[in-house]
T-cell receptor, first 115, second 112 residues
Framework: GAGVSQSPRYKVAKRGQDVALRCDPI?????LFWYQQALGQGPEFLTY????????KSGLPSDRFFAERPEGSVSTLKIQRTQQEDSAVYLC?????????????FGQGTRLTVV | GQQVMQIPQYQHVQEGEDFTTYCNSS?????IQWYKQRPGGHPVFLIQ?????EVKKQKRLTFQFGEAKKNSSLHITATQTTDVGTYFC????????????FGTGTLLAVQP
C-alpha cells in the first residue's frame, strides 16, 4: 500500500479482555516499530523488528504484551488481560533502513480504550 | 535513563508571529529527527540532522543541531494556521539506532 495501515482504528475492550492490533507496513520496509502514545504525551517505544526478527522488546511494559511479525511484513501487537492503564494510542511505524538513521513512516494508530 | 525534554510544553501565537521550540537531550545524540503531529493525527517526519552545528531550512522552518549534539531547535517564521500541531524531536536511545526516544513535545496553537 501507499502508507502504513493499522487496524482497527478504534478498539474498546472490557478489562480483562485480550486484544490484537494489526500493522501493515509499507511494502518492502525492513524495520517495523511499535509505539504507545498516552494522551498528551510523546510516543514511547515498545518494540522493534528487523524483518521477522524481534531485535528489541525492552519497551514492552509487561509480559501481557506480545508482538510478532512472522513473515517479515504484517505485524500484530497482542495485549492479554487488558487493564485500564493500557488505554492509549498504539502507533506502528516502518522504515526502509535497518536502523533509524532515516525517515520512519507512522500509521494512523489504533486508539485502545479499556473500560 | 536517557531523557529528551522540550520547551515550551505549549505555545499560543497570533498568526504571523514566529515560534521556536527547544529540544534537550541528557546524552549526546548521533542524530536528531523532528516530527509533526496534527491533532488526532500521527507523527509525520519533517527532517533529520546528523552533523554537529548543522542548520537546515524547509521554507519557513529552520532546524538546528547543537555543537555538542545534545540539543536542537525548530524555528517557524511567520506562523500560519496550518502550522498547528505538536512538534516532537526524537533521538536514538543510548547509542542504539533501533530505538527512537521522543521528546515531550511542544503543542503550537495559532490564532488567526
Amino acid at each position: 500500500g501507499a502508507g502504513v495501515s493499522q487496524s482497527p482504528r478504534y478498539k474498546v475492550a472490557k478489562r480483562g479482555q485480550d486484544v490484537a492490533l494489526r500493522c501493515d507496513p509499507i511494502s518492502g520496509h525492513v524495520s517495523l516499530f511499535w509505539y504507545q502514545q498516552a494522551l498528551g504525551q510523546g510516543p514511547e517505544f515498545l518494540t522493534y523488528f528487523q524483518n521477522e526478527a524481534q531485535l528489541d522488546k525492552s519497551g514492552l511494559p509487561s509480559d501481557r504484551f506480545f508482538a510478532e511479525r512472522p513473515e517479515g511484513s504484517v505485524s500484530t501487537l497482542k495485549i492479554q488481560r487488558t487493564q485500564q492503564e493500557d488505554s492509549a494510542v498504539y502507533l506502528c511505524a516502518s522504515s526502509s533502513r535497518h536502523s533509524l538513521r532515516g525517515e520512519a513512516f507512522f500509521g494512523q494508530g489504533t486508539r485502545l480504550t479499556v473500560v | 535513563g536517557q531523557q529528551v525534554m522540550q520547551i515550551p510544553q505549549y505555545q499560543h501565537v497570533q498568526e504571523g508571529e514566529d515560534f521556536t521550540t527547544y529540544c534537550n537531550s541528557s546524552t549526546t545524540l548521533s542524530n536528531i529527527q523532528w516530527y509533526k503531529q496534527r491533532p488526532g493525527g500521527h507523527p509525520v517526519f519533517l527532517i533529520q540532522l546528523v552533523k554537529s552545528g548543522e542548520v537546515k531550512k524547509q521554507k519557513r522552518l529552520t532546524f538546528q543541531f547543537g555543537e555538542a549534539k545534545k540539543n536542537s531547535s525548530l524555528h517557524i517564521t511567520a506562523t500560519q494556521t496550518t502550522d498547528v500541531g505538536t512538534y516532537f524531536c526524537a533521538g536514538p536511545y543510548g547509542g542504539a539506532t533501533n530505538k527512537l526516544i521522543f521528546g515531550t513535545g511542544t503543542l503550537l496553537a495559532v490564532q488567526p
